[in-house]
């Protein structure tokens, strides 16, 4: 689509106003041990159970990077369609808080491993819009402090302490609350069929900082044609925002408390912000006093992260075919709207699932069952795919007895909640239950002509109403327990009826 | 490049350190001294020269994705002024 009038304006005081929003998204990689130390990353263990000497930062102990952690960022760089660096450098990043044991973040400032990519981003109306990445550095995660446990005391657990993390940092691309929420479901899906991070934002997996500002209209694309920030107004992060609801809400909120200042005379300090998810508020965070100054240098303990060609080649050999790839797939191949094919492979195991129901099924209709019946059973039991009653083998077999005509759809959708309930196959439910569709025009004329001898008032109305006919099929129906085939009660009553159904 | 007071102070509290106040103005005079000393470096021409990372020739040792190390949170936590069941305590953080 054009990039020309995708900005959402706000109506000021003083006229409209247009949002600019980057995301800079902490996603913790996938591993069996931390960045730099042979800890387990293992989520909810006993408190300091998972760190070694290396995370609680005693004297003397040294660094060792995890070689699969490299390869997890060089293969999100490589979904991001972005620069691999070859030679990129760890940094100290200097501050005190107490879940930080080591007195400094070792990070990458000045030369990440991954350099600029970009996203296809699916908004829910049908379009996409491309997000710039600026870059992709490996960090540390600091420890966990809790506040709450005590009135006096703070509580530090440093189980996240030193687990990779991958910083993925986008351009000021995204033009309104429902962009940046769809960039991030975007990629943490990637993300999830990379199996680089598992996406998992309920136990802090993917944290975003949220960078807002605002700009009268025209100022952005003034922005874009000389890549000046000046065109922009004075940005503030909302830090550690941990959903993509939160995330929107605090979007909305930044850009009205920055249009109020900016028109109330005032003007906007760049500070850090957090966002406060029960009040739905953005609340200044630290003082500028205390402005941060982290002294960034290499760190001694490492050399520089040199990659080897073949290291890159064999990482993107083993690249699996991403949702955008797919996406295009499902829709030349099994002849799905884009509409549906984006639903399907929206989660993997999703994609996966309707692969292997349609396996020489009507493809159409099995991406119906699973969009309606299917999302809407699991949805209610608050269950993912993994975990569906209905396998996709058995919905697969359950199409074909509607494509064979063994049952009608209109069956089909109670042997459904039948299958949904016990896990039976849907041949055996079928059989049990006789709900063997009735084709033999003999049983269905019989109903047929009971349904117009008990209803001859029904009849005489067919001249000015024909749409009553519907209400015989229905009759037919029921008589026959829905298993008569739809087609040819329609067929039978209007070879009976004929020339007294109205025009 | 010299070292002033005000950059000294400002160091000082970045690194949490304690310097008496009649500490400063010495304390700036050595470092702009071992500033100068150091800046005897830029007489060399190094437009053509390598950074050097490592004195000798060496990569970036990289270890397998194996778990070998932790599961001794007592031991964690036994250095420290404060704990309690194996979290460490420290005084109120409030941001």
Redo the contacts between chains.
């Keep these: 689509m054009s990039e020309a009038k995708r900005a959402k304006t706000i109506e000021g005081m003083t006229g409209p106003w247009e949002i600019v929003i980057g995301l800079e998204v902490h996603a913790q990689v996938q591993?069996?041990?931390k960045l730099f130390?042979?800890?387990?990353t293992t989520f909810g263990a006993?408190?300091?159970?998972?760190?070694?000497?290396?995370d609680?930062g005693m004297p003397g102990m040294l660094p060792?990077?995890?070689?699969?952690?490299?390869e997890q960022a060089v293969r999100t760089g490589l979904g991001l369609n972005a620069q691999i660096n070859k030679v990129s450098v760890f940094d100290r990043k200097?501050y005190?808080?107490?879940d930080l044991p080591q007195g400094y973040q070792i990070s990458q400032f000045k030369q990440p491993i991954v350099g600029e990519g970009e996203v296809i981003v699916d908004l829910p109306g049908g379009e996409s819009v491309t997000v710039r990445i600026e870059r992709l550095h490996l960090e540390q995660d600091a420890g966990k402090?809790?506040?709450d446990?005590?009135?006096?005391?703070?509580?530090?657990?440093?189980n996240r302490s030193g687990v990779a993390l991958m910083e993925i940092v986008s351009k000021p691309d995204m033009r309104s609350s429902d962009e940046a929420a769809a960039y991030l479901k975007k990629l943490r899906n990637l993300l999830r069929y990379l199996g680089t991070c598992d996406g998992n934002m309920d136990e802090g997996s993917m944290r975003a900082d949220v960078n807002v500002s605002i700009c009268k209209p025209g100022a952005y694309e003034k922005f874009r044609e000389t890549g000046s920030f000046s065109h922009l107004g004075t940005r503030c992060e909302i830090k550690n925002v941990n959903s993509m609801k939160f995330v929107a809400q605090a979007i909305e909120y930044e850009a009205r408390r920055q249009i109020d200042v900016v028109e109330g005379g005032g003007t906007v300090n760049q500070e850090t912000r957090?966002f406060d998810n029960k009040a739905g508020v953005t609340r200044a965070?630290r003082s500028k006093e205390e402005a941060h100054?982290y002294?960034y240098f290499?760190d001694p303990d490492?050399?520089?992260?040199?990659l080897e060609d073949d290291f890159i080649a064999r990482i993107k050999a083993s690249i699996p075919e991403l949702p955008d790839a797919k996406k295009a797939r499902f829709v030349s191949e099994y002849g799905l709207s884009v509409y549906d094919a984006g639903l399907l492979v929206a989660e993997r195991e999703t994609a996966a699932y309707f692969e292997e129901a349609a396996k020489g099924r009507d493809a159409k209709a099995v991406a119906n069952w699973i969009a309606g019946d299917l999302f809407a059973s699991l949805n209610r039991d608050n269950k993912s795919i993994d975990e569906s009653p209905v396998s996709a083998a058995a919905l697969g077999e359950m199409v074909g007895l509607i494509s064979d005509n063994t049952i009608s759809g209109r069956i089909a959708k109670d042997v459904f909640v039948i299958m949904y309930a016990t896990g039976e196959a849907p041949a055996k439910i079928v059989e049990e239950k006789g709900l063997r569709q009735v084709t033999d025009t003999g049983a269905i004329g019989a109903a047929v002509d009971e349904v117009i001898d008990a209803n001859p008032a029904k009849v005489a109305e067919l001249l000015k109403k024909p749409k009553l006919l519907g209400w015989f099929v229905g009759e037919v129906m029921k008589k026959t327990q829905g298993k008569a085939n739809p087609q040819a009660v329609n067929d039978l009553l209007r070879a009976k009826l004929g020339d007294r159904i109205g025009e | 490049m010299s070292v002033d007071e005000k950059a000294v102070r400002?160091a000082a509290r970045?690194a949490?350190l304690a310097i008496p106040e009649e500490r400063l103005a010495p304390m700036a005079a050595e470092l702009t001294g071992i500033m100068e000393w150091v800046e005897q470096l830029n007489e060399l021409d190094t437009d053509h020269v390598e950074p050097m990372?490592?004195v000798r020739p060496?990569?970036?040792?990289?270890?397998?994705?194996?778990?070998?190390?932790?599961?001794y949170?007592a031991d964690?936590?036994k250095n420290a002024p404060?704990s309690?069941?194996?979290?460490?305590?420290?005084?109120?953080?409030?941001?």
């Design positions: 591993s069996e041990a130390s042979g800890a387990s006993e408190p300091n159970a998972n760190v070694s000497l290396v609680a060792v990077i995890n070689d699969f952690c490299v200097n005190f808080y107490p402090s809790l506040h446990q005590d009135p006096n005391h703070t509580y530090v657990d440093l957090l965070m100054d002294r290499p490492l050399l520089p992260l040199e | 400002r970045l949490r990372t490592s060496m990569r970036l040792h990289r270890r397998a994705d194996v778990v070998t190390d932790g599961g949170a964690v936590v404060s309690e069941d194996n979290f460490f305590v420290v005084p109120k953080v409030v941001e």
